[in-house]
């Protein structure tokens, strides 16, 4: 069994085009769960979780009607308004009635400000995310936000966050060391998790594998342990680098050469615990 924690659905109708260049031309388009159903079928992933990808309402709508009878989809990590308290207040009681709500995401990387999460006026809102028991997914992309993560734990410790991609690692640079001692400061707070995803993208173009991948899941095994580690596709985005089967086959023979008896953890129970799967 395995749990496939990170991946989207999109109407390229919500989707800022500002955000598509020619270097998107492989996902410029609808992806939908028959897209993807028969692939994770053919990886052996049993559930899966599907994750927000436009700042708007009306894209939380689309993806909790694309997956309202899916079984195989066991949780929405949704959008919602994080800078004004009234309008999350209103929008997180509508969205208690979706029983696959897990969580919130807000795109932090595509925000002029990189410390955006940190401002004041978002504070309040991420308050009440932790009380309506939902998690905070942070699509940190080293240099930028890693290092907010210690002091976001440290003002909500009672709100579990969940550092996607594992911040965008340098794979293959000077930088991985910097951007490793960020990751450990944000594994020291034992509401961070970190889900090894999304590697791909900052891998070698055309030509990866699973050795290309395993000295940042190395880093962060040793950081977070299977227990706060889970894995995800981020398909479609996967397909700029690679294929949905080729991104699973590497991450997860990567997790099993580093973590060993402990890839089952990190490949099904963490996610199906975080996410209140049934797997």
């Known amino acids: ?41 053919e990886a052996g992933v049993d559930r899966t979780v599907v994750v927000q990808s436009a700042p708007r309402d009306d894209d939380t709508d689309y993806m909790f009607e694309l997956v309202a009878d899916l079984d195989w989809i066991g949780g929405v990590v949704a959008w919602c308004r994080l800078d004004d308290l009234d309008v999350a207040r209103s929008r997180l009681a509508e969205l208690d009635s979706r029983p696959k709500l897990r969580g919130i995401r807000h795109l932090i990387h595509q925000e002029p400000d990189p410390h955006w999460i940190l401002r004041p006026d978002v504070q309040p809102a991420l308050e009440l995310v932790a009380e309506h028991n939902l998690l905070l997914e942070l699509p940190a992309v080293y240099p930028d936000h890693l290092d907010d993560v210690p002091e976001l734990a440290r003002r909500h ?3 579990t966050l969940v550092l996607d991609h594992l911040g965008k690692p340098p794979l293959g640079t000077a930088q991985m060391t910097p951007w490793e001692e960020l990751l450990r400061a944000a594994a020291q707070h034992r509401n961070v ?65 580093v973590a060993g008896p402990a890839a089952e953890q990190i490949l099904t129970r963490t996610a199906a615990t975080l996410y209140r799967l049934h797997v």
């Open 1 to 41: 069994m395995a749990v496939d924690a990170h991946h989207h659905f999109w109407n390229p109708d919500r989707i800022p085009q500002s955000w598509m260049t020619d270097e998107h031309v492989a996902i410029d388009r609808a992806f939908e769960p028959a897209d993807l159903e028969l692939l994770v079928r």
């Open 157 to 159: 410790p009672g709100l």
């Open 193 to 257: 998790y970190a889900k090894i995803s999304g590697l791909n993208t900052v891998a070698p173009a055309g030509s990866w594998g699973a050795a290309d991948l395993e000295p940042a899941i190395e880093a962060a095994f040793d950081a977070f342990g299977a227990e706060r580690l889970l894995c995800g596709s981020d398909w479609p985005v996967a397909l700029l680098n690679g294929t949905y089967e080729q991104v699973w086959r590497e991450t997860t023979a990567a997790v099993d050469r």
